[in-house]
């Protein structure tokens, strides 16, 4: 079998301009590289999957981002992408942004220099006036966000509606004074939360206090000092609506330590209905949704756009949500 040696010794080259012609890198010309891929195609070399690259311009390669892996949703939601490519026979490269903008667009730079076949988004980080240039390159797909007006797929479930289900469950047990966290201020995800959240307390002549809005709740150590801010305040909510099962058992943990009773001093909820839900005591009342199938849709339809070369359009596809209902509540 021909090796890169005999390839550059063919074409009167080094190894270097051919391993850059395998690697789709620049700065080769395009007589060399039209000569170096026809000697490669003569003489079949296969060093890997790179000839299989070569004939078909497919990696079987996709690449997703999310904020953090340690996260119990990401974790599920990349266990359901994993599972889904492999059952297709594709392999995933997995990109923690941990919220960098920088890091989102290194992801995405990999479709650019071809060195795989989609991108699968599980938070925008950028713009999308900044990442929708790359579409000339290849796919693109939101995962678990949402974009008004983005040219692509988008697998997500209805932030909106259940986060007003949320807050008039909250209403309804009583509660006229509700609070509300969220990650990231940038997110049209948390925006439609957002909407739904004053939409309930409207309908209710209820006002939003914009002292008990908290942003960066991520995780349980959040849910601690958020609970502390909320413990130093003269006047506090009686409820809130967490965006996170993490922080809503961060929350709790403090407000026992002390000496608060949860549902009756502070009623808590959650989103996601995550394991946690169900070992913390009390327990947490959770929206409910079916992340791991999130994550086998996104590769689906993904692969639809990869595998048949369809035009990219916009389409938004929402999974079903359901609120959980347990103690904290």
């Not at 289900?165 to 009583?174: E, N, S, T």
């Amino acid at each position: 079998m021909p090796n890169i040696d005999e390839i550059a010794k063919i074409c009167k080259v080094s190894k270097t301009t051919v391993s850059r012609v395998l690697n789709n890198h620049p700065y080769v010309s395009e007589e060399k590289r039209k000569k170096i891929l026809d000697v490669i195609k003569e003489l079949d070399y296969s060093p890997n999957s790179l000839a299989r690259h070569l004939r078909t311009n497919k990696t079987r390669t996709i690449a997703i981002s999310i904020p953090s892996i340690d996260h119990p949703f990401f974790s599920q939601l990349t266990k359901g992408i994993s599972n889904q490519a492999f059952d297709q026979g594709y392999k995933v490269l997995i990109y923690q942004t941990f919220y960098k903008k920088e890091i989102e667009l290194e992801t995405i730079n990999l479709l650019k220099n071809k060195e795989i076949d989609g991108v699968i988004l599980c938070s925008l980080e950028n713009e999308w006036s900044t990442l929708e240039p790359y579409l000339a390159y290849g796919p693109i797909l939101l995962c678990n966000e949402y974009h008004e007006s983005a040219p692509i797929p988008i697998i997500c479930y209805d932030e909106f509606k259940a986060t007003y289900i949320a807050v008039k469950h909250l209403i309804q047990r009583g509660h006229t004074n509700i609070g509300f966290c969220f990650d990231t201020f940038y997110s049209q995800a948390q925006a439609e939360r957002m909407k739904g959240f004053s939409l309930a307390l409207k309908e209710e002549n209820l006002l939003v206090h914009t002292e008990w809005i908290f942003d960066r709740a991520f995780d349980i150590k959040d849910g601690f000092n958020i609970f502390k801010k909320l413990d130093g305040m003269a006047e506090k909510p009686t409820a809130i609506f967490t965006g996170s099962d993490q922080v809503a058992a961060g929350i709790i943990k403090e407000a026992i330590s002390r000496n608060y009773h949860v549902p009756k001093d502070l009623a808590v909820i959650g989103f996601d209905n995550q394991l946690i839900c169900q070992v913390t005591t009390p327990t947490i009342t959770s929206i409910g949704i079916p992340i791991f199938e999130l994550g086998r849709k996104s590769v689906q339809k993904i692969l639809e756009n990869i595998q048949h070369d369809e035009n990219i359009e916009r389409e938004v596809i929402q999974l079903p949500f359901e609120l959980i209902i347990r103690e904290s509540t």
